[in-house]
């Protein structure tokens, strides 16, 4: 073949080869400028201004849902984690919407921590946003259902309980007024209206604080607690208590355990087991407080050598003035409000409190809480 037609079918085919590189490289330029695009989505136009002018909580999610964003309030009560919907059942909303293209309106209820019964309460609404987003949207009613709650729980407290006092207290009065000329039954009688001035007064602060609990939110004041430190201070407020029948309280644990919470609000719950377990032993006994820190849960548990609860009653021990012996929880000086507030203090830092009892063999009641490690922080939020 002459050299000329070589060179000519050499320099053609070079010009076949680089048109096929430059058309290669085209195309994996475009694919990954579409692979940047579904990696970092942009937002239709207006809805960051809209979400960062929200009070409430908003989502935008992408169709692999994917959180692309979420406003202030969205962080604050922690339904977005790690790019994510933080809850399996607004996932399923967010998916029944996507598959019927039809908006939906929910009132749920949510769980606040890892484990326990604590929860939120939303109103939820999601719709489609464009053709590819969806968008959820949800108001915080927990405030308004606690106050319900606190309202209702009051008055029926205030007509279980305090009208045995206040009855006690009248007709008190009544015998010293007719007794005012024996000095001995004015003695007796003055006496028992003390006693029972007291119980009253205790019951009222007892109430007071359960609806506090109630009410708010502990954890709005958390700061990262020793929880042997939480159990020490517990001790020295029952060590006289104990100390009068001679019954030894032994701590022992893990010192190096820490939880998120409110310091006296958890001293309060624990200070209230340590009480119970003291009022329920015998004389020179021994109550054991114990702090164990396993798998990013703290638990704190108190056992006593009592004489132990009914298998029957162990499911109803933490309701209001519920009292596994009416007569000595009386003579006690019991309220029957304790361990309600233990478990609503508990429950209030995403927490749960157990109890394990056999009669003859004591009580152990537990309270577990989330390892301050391992506590979910909102994102944006300063906890």
Same mark, same amino acid.
């Given at each position: 073949?002459?050299?000329?037609?070589?060179?000519?079918?050499?320099?053609?085919?070079?010009?076949?080869?680089?048109?096929?590189?430059?058309?290669?490289?085209?195309?994996?330029?475009?694919?990954?400028?579409?692979?940047?695009?579904?990696?970092?989505?942009?937002?239709?136009?207006?809805?960051?201004?809209?979400?960062?002018?929200?009070?409430?909580?908003?989502?935008?999610?992408?169709?692999?849902?994917?959180?692309?964003?979420?406003?202030?309030?969205?962080?604050?009560?922690?339904?977005?984690?790690?790019?994510?919907?933080?809850?399996?059942?607004?996932?399923?909303?967010?998916?029944?919407?996507?598959?019927?293209?039809?908006? +939906?309106?929910?009132?749920? =209820? $949510? %769980?606040?921590?890892?484990?326990?019964? *604590?929860? #939120?309460?939303?109103?939820?609404?999601? !719709?489609?946003?464009?053709?590819?987003?969806?968008?959820?949207?949800?108001?915080?009613?927990?405030?308004?259902?606690?106050?319900?709650?606190?309202?209702?729980?009051?008055?029926?407290?205030?007509?279980?309980?305090?009208?045995?006092?206040?009855?006690?207290?009248?007709?008190?009065?009544?015998?010293?007024?007719?007794?005012?000329?024996?000095?001995?039954?004015?003695?007796?009688?003055?006496?028992?209206?003390?006693?029972?001035?007291?119980?009253?007064?205790?019951?009222?602060?007892?109430?007071?604080?359960?609806?506090?609990?109630?009410?708010?939110?502990? +954890?709005?004041?958390?700061? =990262? $607690? %020793?929880?042997?430190?939480?159990?020490? *201070?517990? #001790?020295?407020?029952?060590?006289?208590? !104990?100390?009068?029948?001679?019954?030894?309280?032994?701590?022992?644990?893990?010192?190096?355990?820490?939880?998120?919470?409110?310091?006296?609000?958890?001293?309060?719950?624990?200070?209230?087991?340590?009480?119970?377990?003291?009022?329920?032993?015998?004389?020179?006994?021994?109550?054991?407080?114990?702090?164990?820190?396993?798998?990013?849960?703290?638990?704190?548990?108190?056992?006593?050598?009592?004489?132990?609860?009914?298998?029957?009653?162990?499911?109803?021990?933490?309701?209001?003035?519920?009292?596994?012996?009416?007569?000595?929880?009386?003579?006690?000086?019991?309220?029957?409000?304790?361990?309600?507030?233990?478990?609503?203090?508990?429950?209030?830092?995403?927490?749960?409190?157990?109890?394990?009892?056999?009669?003859?063999?004591?009580?152990?009641?537990?309270?577990?809480?989330?390892?301050?490690?391992?506590?979910?922080?909102?994102?944006?939020?300063?906890?």
């Amino acid at each position: 073949m002459d050299s000329t037609w070589l060179v000519l079918l050499s320099l053609g085919l070079g010009l076949a080869v680089g048109a096929g590189f430059v058309w290669i490289l085209h195309i994996a330029a475009r694919r990954g400028h579409n692979a940047a695009q579904v990696v970092n989505p942009a937002v239709p136009d207006g809805v960051d201004q809209v979400l960062d002018a929200l009070e409430s909580a908003g989502v935008v999610l992408d169709p692999s849902n994917n959180v692309i964003k979420a406003s202030p309030g969205a962080h604050s009560i922690g339904l977005v984690w790690n790019g994510a919907l933080v809850h399996p059942h607004l996932v399923d909303l967010v998916d029944r919407v996507r598959r019927t293209g039809e908006s +939906l309106t929910e009132e749920c =209820e $949510l %769980s606040r921590g890892p484990f326990g019964d *604590a929860g #939120i309460h939303l109103s939820v609404r999601v !719709a489609r946003l464009g053709s590819r987003y969806i968008l959820l949207l949800a108001e915080d009613r927990t405030e308004s259902f606690r106050l319900e709650a606190v309202r209702r729980d009051f008055v029926a407290n205030i007509s279980h309980e305090l009208k045995t006092p206040i009855g006690a207290v009248s007709l008190l009065a009544e015998a010293l007024d007719d007794a005012s000329d024996d000095p001995d039954q004015v003695r007796r009688f003055a006496l028992r209206l003390s006693e029972e001035a007291q119980r009253l007064a205790r019951i009222t602060q007892d109430i007071i604080e359960l609806s506090r609990l109630q009410a708010t939110d502990a +954890l709005g004041d958390a700061t =990262e $607690l %020793s929880a042997s430190k939480v159990v020490k *201070a517990a #001790i020295d407020q029952n060590r006289v208590a !104990a100390e009068t029948r001679n019954i030894e309280l032994a701590m022992r644990g893990d010192k190096q355990a820490i939880v998120l919470g409110n310091e006296a609000l958890l001293v309060t719950a624990v200070h209230n087991l340590i009480s119970n377990a003291i009022q329920y032993s015998p004389d020179d006994s021994r109550v054991g407080i114990g702090v164990r820190n396993s798998g990013g849960v703290v638990e704190i548990a108190v056992t006593d050598q009592g004489e132990g609860i009914p298998e029957d009653d162990l499911d109803r021990v933490f309701e209001r003035f519920f009292r596994v012996d009416q007569a000595r929880s009386r003579n006690t000086g019991g309220t029957g409000l304790g361990l309600s507030i233990v478990k609503h203090a508990v429950q209030n830092h995403g927490g749960e409190v157990r109890v394990w009892s056999q009669p003859g063999r004591g009580s152990t009641f537990t309270i577990r809480l989330p390892e301050a490690s391992t506590v979910r922080p909102p994102l944006g939020d300063t906890q």
